[in-house]
């Protein structure tokens, strides 16, 4: 990526914009209107690890919400992969440049994303990966990470 290319946000969907069995994340779609309002990103995508029924699951719950509509988001910016691994391939295809999940796992892997934040990720991964630690930003709230990634 040149200074010139667009930044490309990429970001997962459970624990970053709703709980898998509950409601959304506290300020998720909120400050996803901003981020795609803002034109900060030339694109956004939602880029989430599920398997065949969660695929269907998170969908059907994204539509629920409104999430499309309310975000400003376009359907088809939604990706999904079998192993948390498989998010690099898709991060690289779609040069994602900003990327947010909860997991630390799944953001070590993701050593060609630049800016990588992990929101609210479990005390567990922190101690299991010092390492990635070093080169990520850890953030507890959206609130805390939407200035992040409009600056």
């Known amino acids: 990526m040149n200074d010139a290319s667009p930044a490309i946000l990429g970001i997962d969907c459970a624990n970053v914009i ?20 803002s034109d900060r990103f030339g ?15 998170f969908f059907v719950r994204l539509s629920t919400l409104h999430f499309w509509n309310y975000t400003g988001m376009p359907k088809n ?23 947010v999940d909860d997991s630390i796992d799944v953001l070590r892997h993701l050593r ?5 934040y992990a929101l609210n990720p479990k005390k567990k991964e922190v101690n299991r990966y010092p390492e990635t630690i070093k080169s990520i ?8 990470l939407l200035p992040l990634l409009l600056t």
């Open 77 to 99: 910016n939604l990706y999904f992969c079998w192993r948390n691994k498989d998010k690099a391939s898709l991060c690289k295809t779609l040069e994602i440049t900003h990327f």
């Open 43 to 57: 694109k956004i995508y939602i880029i989430s690890r599920a398997n065949i029924f969660t695929r269907i699951f």
């Open 112 to 116: 060609i994303v630049k800016y990588r």
């Open 137 to 144: 930003t850890i953030v507890k709230s959206w609130e805390e």
């Open 18 to 37: 709703f709980r898998p069995l509950g409601r959304q994340i506290l300020g998720s779609l909120s400050n996803l209107r901003k981020i795609t309002q």
